[in-house]
């Protein structure tokens, strides 16, 4: 592609905001006089509009369900975008990254709120896709609240995002439509991090490498690491269920962890 030939699309900054960062396709704005709130805005690319709409369409089903209280509440919609409540520490990724520390007993509720936020989500017909640190978010409560459903899959529909490095089922077909066993997956690997502060294979493993690891089988040793026999039976689920057709057994990895 010439360069004259790269497309050039633009975002629209909202009244009184400032630029935050940028988020999957869209870009996030702060508010100096509000630091409750954030604007998550898309750009003129076609696709980031489409996945926003997604979000959009996600957070009204949401609305007319009742909030579950781990998940990011969504303040109002506009044309440009979405008003979402702000969490004070971020991601719990750069949380951990800047230093930030947790009780073992905080991170086990975390991961226990984690999965039934998740449940919640699948619920009401919708798959995350992108589950992982990045998109746990920490508030002033010190509570977790699962965030971005930009381009997740709803009622059947596949996904326009993919799950990061580390946290995509070994099997290209469930990771793509980010079925029930992916999202288990990605669930146990978010767990693992919530517990060890790191992400499963590292950060810096090139992702080509942590692929064909997770799709041999070889996962992070987890036997020294609190509920790690929780995500250890997980594992053994998800190759389970990479071979098995049971209509009642997608779900058995969030009842290991809620039953806990």
Known sequence: MAKDD???Y???TPPDAEF???GG??????YPDNS???????????ASIRDLDIEKRIYARFEAAGYHPNIIRCLRIEDYGIHLERAEHGCIRAYFKAGGGATVDERIRWSQDLAEALQYVHDHKIRHGDISGRNVLLDSSRNIRLCDFAGSGIDGSKPTVWAESGFPH????????????AEIHALGSTIY????????HGSDTEQGLVASWIRSGKYPEVKDVVLGDIICRMQKTWKFLTHQ??????????RILRSR
């Not at 396709?25 to 702060?30: D, E, G, K």
């Not at 409750?36 to 076609?46: L, Y």
């Not at 057709?245 to 969030?254: F, I, T, V």
């Open 193 to 200: 991090e919530i517990m060890t502060s790191s992400q499963p």
């Open 25 to 30: 396709s869209c870009a996030i704005f702060s």
């Open 170 to 181: 070994p099997h290209d077909h469930e990771a793509r439509y980010s079925t029930i066993r």
């Open 36 to 46: 409750a709130e954030v604007a998550k805005v898309h750009s003129s690319d076609p």
């Open 10 to 12: 633009h975002i629209l």
């Open 6 to 8: 790269i497309p050039t």
């Open 245 to 254: 057709n049971s209509k009642n057994a997608p779900l058995c990895g969030l």
């Open 20 to 22: 935050l960062t940028c």
